[in-house]
């Protein structure tokens, strides 16, 4: 992972800070497998540089941004580069106080104490990904504020008083504007230092197409990074909804290609359908065809060996 930051243009100096703060918080026997070790890097310098030079400082990041700008990879990417346990939480409507510190359960006859993750995390030196937070009543939250800001406890009534292991962070993902979605309050807000996720850039987009399919040939991965930026140009202008706009489903459709299906169904399925409304889709389904013959096929747009 330290060899990827390099070559992704991170300072030498907050790499070696990382470095140190791995040397300074091994790992302890039994948390190895929590460790992640990610599938999908984030690429993007600038991100990496706030997000490490915070987690470094002992801050908790909140990541705000649009469906698939990479808030979960960067949040296991963090992880993994401090070389931490992770715990991925998901918030919902429900999640209370239970759900997140833990319950008082019957084992054996007798009363004991189940550790929510929150709590395993906490003490462990864990990394916290609080998967949109957002969906959680504010109110159910309120029990995480000594967690999160200078006090770094749990302390809670009707439980032990648990301190946060020096190397805890917790990193809170949210996505406005998907139904459901509420604001976060300003309490809870003030207690991370929130990173606005861009869409990932062109020159990125390339970059990960190529990583994800070494063998697609260069210019087609030209071509679907110009589609990806043809859609984003009509979703700045209002055209279109930021439905299509989707990075998921633009690789979910290359690869839907490579298992054998034209580019025309694939895209139907990854991009155009995501569209609701009629016009709309014949709107994006005439930007897809600018950049992308419906007929190509695995063997036109991919290296044949
Ligand atoms: N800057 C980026 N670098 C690498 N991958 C990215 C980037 N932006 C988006 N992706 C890709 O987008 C996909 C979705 O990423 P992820 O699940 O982290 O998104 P998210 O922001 O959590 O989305 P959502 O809000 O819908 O949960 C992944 O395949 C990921 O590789
Ligand atoms: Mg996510």
Redesign the pocket.
């Given at each position: 992972m330290l060899d990827f930051l390099r070559r992704e243009g991170v300072a030498e100096s907050t790499i070696k800070k990382v470095e140190e703060f791995r040397a300074r918080y091994p790992l302890e026997d039994g948390s190895h497998y929590r460790v992640p070790k990610p599938t999908?890097?984030?690429?993007?310098t600038e991100?990496w540089e706030k997000a490490l030079t915070a987690l470094l400082t002992g801050e908790n990041l909140l990541?705000v941004?649009?469906?698939?700008?990479?808030?979960?990879?960067?949040?296991?990417n963090l992880a993994a580069v401090f070389c931490r346990p992770e715990w991925d939480v998901s918030f919902y409507l429900n999640t209370d106080a239970a759900s997140l510190i833990g319950t008082d359960t019957f084992r054996n006859g007798m009363v004991s104490f189940r550790q929510g993750p929150i709590c395993q995390c906490a003490e462990q030196g864990g990394f916290g990904v609080l998967?949109?937070i957002n969906m959680a009543k504010n109110e159910s939250l309120a029990v995480l504020h000594a967690t999160l800001d200078f006090r770094r406890i749990i302390d809670v009534p009707g439980y032990e008083r648990i301190s946060l292991h020096p190397a805890t962070r917790f990193i809170a993902?949210m996505?406005y504007g998907?139904a459901g979605t509420r604001e976060l309050n300003e309490a809870l807000t003030s207690r991370f230092l929130v990173i606005n996720?861009?869409?990932?850039?062109n020159e990125?987009l390339k970059k990960?197409l190529l990583v994800?399919f070494p063998d697609l040939k260069e210019e087609y991965a030209e071509q679907f990074c110009l589609l990806f930026g043809d859609i984003r140009a009509k979703c700045e202008s209002g055209e279109i909804s930021t439905k299509p706009l989707d990075?998921?489903g633009l690789?979910a459709s290359v690869r839907l290609v490579r298992n054998g299906l034209t580019a025309a169904q694939a895209l139907d399925m990854g991009i155009i359908n995501k569209s609701t409304d009629d016009f709309e889709r014949q709107l994006v389904s005439d930007i897809v065809a600018v950049r992308i013959a419906p007929t190509l096929a695995a063997e036109d747009i991919f290296e044949q060996t």
């Open positions: 999908y890097l984030y690429y993007g991100i990541l941004g649009p469906k698939a700008t990479g808030k979960n990879v960067l949040a296991e998967d949109e993902t996505n998907y996720m861009p869409l990932i850039s990125n990960l994800q990075l998921r690789i």
